[in-house]
C-alpha cells in the first residue's frame, strides 16, 4: 500500500527486507513472508536505468539494480536452504547409522 502511493521508496524497502531475510535464527514463517513480499513487488524498466545513470561512466563499485539484488537474494536463500537441508540429512543418516549397529549388538 506505501509503495502505491510512494513507488520511489520500493528499492528502500526492498533493501530492508532483505537485510531481514538474511538475519539468523529467522523464522521460516518470517522468511516465507519475506519472500512472499519480495515476490510481489512490481518492477519497471526505470530502476535499472537509474543505476546506470548513477555511475556516471566512472570505475566504480556501482549498487546493483533492484532486479539484480532480488535475484541474488533468491539464489543466496536458495544456497542457505540446500546447506541447511544437507546437514540435516547427514545428521539423520549418522543418527541412523548408529541406531542400526546398536540394534545388531543387542
Not at 53 to 68: N, Q
Amino acid at each position: 500500500l506505501i509503495l502505491e502511493e510512494h513507488p520511489a521508496m520500493t528499492s528502500i524497502v526492498a533493501r530492508e527486507v532483505q537485510q531481514l531475510a538474511h538475519r539468523p535464527h529467522l523464522s521460516p514463517k518470517a522468511l516465507y513472508n519475506c519472500v512472499i513480499f519480495l515476490n510481489q513487488l512490481q518492477l519497471s524498466r526505470d530502476e535499472a536505468e537509474d543505476v546506470d545513470a548513477a555511475t556516471d561512466g566512472k570505475k566504480r563499485e556501482a549498487p546493483k539494480s533492484l532486479p539484480a539484488s532480488l535475484i541474488s537474494t533468491y539464489f543466496h536463500l536458495f544456497e542457505m536452504t540446500v546447506k541447511k537441508n544437507a546437514s540435516g540429512k547427514k545428521k539423520d543418516s549418522k543418527q541412523s547409522a548408529t541406531d542400526g549397529a546398536g540394534r545388531l549388538l543387542s
